[in-house]
């Protein structure tokens, strides 16, 4: 069996707290977006799970999939081995929730494999022993996302259901540690007061196609702050005349919205000519 794992982009990204734990707390909005690595899964007779790739680094034990499928076969008490291949195109380290989607996509194979009636609730609770952004995943499209990303809430109605959003991707082909960038978050202590923005005020922003209200990250001063380049990137982008720019996740990919395919093509090629040593993608919501 084979599937798509989507990328995703963070359109809202808020701090709210940080635990006793040391886990910050956020309020985000995710949106999927069609570019994906393929997960190609099969049963083997020997009790052992084979994680391999296109892309060395992530091969073995340490890979979320990895944890996952180990994970599953505890639980369900499976006996089967499994033989995990990852065709990898999201990028590392980008912000874009790559490893996350790729667990999530994983589970939902393993349960249909198995043919398991698992209801979702059970399967996100499975999901958050793995990885913060992997319960997102189970749901995809655009939601939002709270706590430690554990509680997520579809939105159901969007303008850009029918008329996808386009996205203009830059990945400066530098790996970012999300742990370090909250770190840096921590020490700088970020002021944000200008930006009281609530769960009411975000769906009315998108409800009204307001993306340049909505798009805000809490973490692109610590990333900037690790990686100049990436602020670099933001400005050369707005210079080039894109309106809506920000940073996914904890970086470091920085991307445009778009509403027309066309506008965003016409500013990839601008984009592309400006920019180098980076990799540029084109996506789409989904």
């Not at 990852?86 to 590392?92: G, H, M, W």
Request: glycine share 6%; charged share 30%; with cysteine.
């Amino acid at each position: 069996m084979q599937k798509l794992a989507p990328a995703k982009v963070n359109l809202f990204l808020k701090v709210i707290s940080k635990n006793a734990e040391g886990y910050h707390k956020i309020l985000s909005v995710f949106q999927t977006i069609s570019l994906y690595d393929k997960i190609k899964v099969s049963l083997i007779p020997e009790d052992k799970i084979i994680v391999s790739s296109n892309l060395k680094v992530i091969e073995g034990e340490k890979n979320l999939c990895y944890k996952v499928a180990e994970l599953f076969k505890k639980k369900y008490k499976i006996k089967n081995g499994l033989k995990i291949y990852i065709e990898k195109n999201i990028p590392l380290g980008s912000g874009l929730g790559g490893a996350s989607s790729d667990a999530a996509c994983l589970l939902e194979m393993l349960v249909k494999i198995f043919n398991l009636n698992v209801e979702k609730d059970k399967l996100v609770k499975l999901c958050s022993q793995i990885g913060k952004d992997v319960p997102y995943f189970l749901y995809k499209g655009l939601c939002l996302v709270e706590g430690m990303g554990e509680k997520v809430t579809n939105i159901s109605s969007y303008p850009w259901k029918k008329n996808p959003l386009w996205f203009i991707l830059v990945y400066p082909n530098k790996v970012l540690s999300t742990k370090r960038v909250y770190y840096m978050y921590d020490r700088i202590r970020v002021r944000e007061e200008e930006i009281r923005v609530t769960k009411k005020k975000i769906l009315d922003f998108i409800k009204q196609k307001d993306i340049k209200s909505l798009l805000y990250n809490s973490l692109e001063v610590p990333a900037f702050e690790i990686a100049p380049i990436l602020k670099k990137i933001k400005n050369l982008m707005f210079k080039l005349g894109v309106k809506n720019v920000s940073m996914s996740g904890s970086g470091s990919t920085i991307f445009g919205v778009f509403f027309k395919k066309n506008e965003a093509l016409e500013f990839k090629d601008k984009i592309e000519k400006a920019i180098k040593n980076c990799s540029i993608f084109l996506a789409k919501s989904v």
